[in-house]
């Protein structure tokens, strides 16, 4: 079945910092592949969406690639600010419209 | 503003005991799901539903049953509660028209005894 793995469980910066956050992936199908943020007390929301067409996509000062020789999917910020403080999930959604969430990366920054 | 909201946000149950959690959703979606959320799994799917009278099973449904009434409302029921069903559960509603993206509401913390 599909699945994704986020490694880093936990990602410390100070404010204008540069973020990278690395995630596979497997699947069978061709995929589709966003990134979730949760911010404290609240539910995940959606952040991007990648397609295999574009490549690339970009929201709120956020940037995700995708490279499919790799099967790899990264999410970075050139400069993060404090609010950006959340739990970032790596996501895959398939033709039932099922997603299936990473194991989440945790991000703390400090001002 | 459309919503999706969840009863109760905080529950204490005892082992053996049924539990209903309930998700009640305004963005007229076809599409619910159930999820819990755990340390180091992220985010699985329990149970969802393509609109009502209709439940599908997830990748974790054992243990759990769901019920969808009607287009705004789901419910995840524990028929015998375990304390491994200890979690964060999260309600979501999508639909195909929006291609994955999926609102979730603000989560019920369950802990059984």
């Given at each position: 079945?599909d699945s994704?793995?986020?490694m880093q469980?936990?990602?410390?910066?100070?404010?204008?910092?540069?973020?990278?956050?690395?995630?596979?992936?497997?699947?069978?199908?061709?995929?589709t592949l966003?990134?979730?943020?949760?911010?404290?007390g609240?539910?995940p929301?959606?952040?991007?969406k990648v397609?295999t067409?574009?490549?690339?996509?970009?929201?709120?000062g956020?940037?995700?690639t995708?490279d499919?020789?790799?099967?790899?999917f990264?999410?970075q910020k050139?400069?993060?600010?404090?609010s950006?403080?959340?739990?970032?999930?790596?996501?895959l959604?398939?033709m039932?419209?099922?997603?299936?969430f990473?194991?989440?990366?945790?991000l703390l920054?400090?001002p | 503003?459309?919503?999706?909201?969840q009863?109760?946000?905080?529950?204490?149950?005892?082992?053996?005991?049924?539990?209903?959690l309930?998700?009640?959703?305004?963005n007229?979606?076809?599409n619910?799901y159930?999820?819990?959320q755990?340390?180091?799994?992220g985010?699985?799917?329990i149970h969802?539903?393509?609109?009502?009278?209709?439940?599908?099973k997830?990748?974790i449904?054992?243990?759990?049953?769901a019920s969808?009434?009607?287009?705004?409302?789901?419910?995840?029921?524990?028929?015998?509660?375990?304390?491994?069903?200890?979690?964060?559960?999260?309600?979501?509603s999508g639909?195909p028209?929006?291609?994955?993206?999926q609102?979730?509401?603000p989560g019920?913390?369950?802990t059984?005894?």
């Amino acid at each position: 079945g599909d699945s994704v793995t986020q490694m880093q469980g936990q990602v410390t910066l100070s404010e204008d910092d540069f973020l990278f956050i690395n995630c596979t992936y497997s699947t069978t199908w061709y995929p589709t592949l966003f990134w979730y943020v949760q911010y404290p007390g609240e539910g995940p929301q959606l952040l991007l969406k990648v397609t295999t067409a574009n490549n690339k996509g970009i929201s709120r000062g956020f940037e995700a690639t995708y490279d499919k020789g790799t099967t790899s999917f990264h999410l970075q910020k050139a400069s993060v600010q404090e609010s950006d403080s959340a739990v970032y999930y790596c996501v895959l959604g398939d033709m039932g419209y099922k997603l299936t969430f990473g194991t989440g990366t945790s991000l703390l920054v400090d001002p | 503003e459309a919503a999706v909201t969840q009863s109760p946000r905080n529950k204490v149950a005892v082992t053996g005991g049924k539990v209903t959690l309930s998700c009640n959703q305004t963005n007229n979606h076809n599409n619910m799901y159930w999820y819990r959320q755990d340390t180091g799994h992220g985010l699985r799917l329990i149970h969802y539903s393509y609109g009502a009278g209709s439940t599908e099973k997830g990748d974790i449904p054992d243990g759990y049953k769901a019920s969808r009434p009607s287009q705004e409302n789901f419910s995840l029921i524990l028929e015998l509660a375990t304390p491994s069903q200890t979690s964060v559960y999260f309600c979501a509603s999508g639909d195909p028209g929006l291609v994955y993206e999926q609102y979730f509401g603000p989560g019920t913390r369950l802990t059984v005894l």
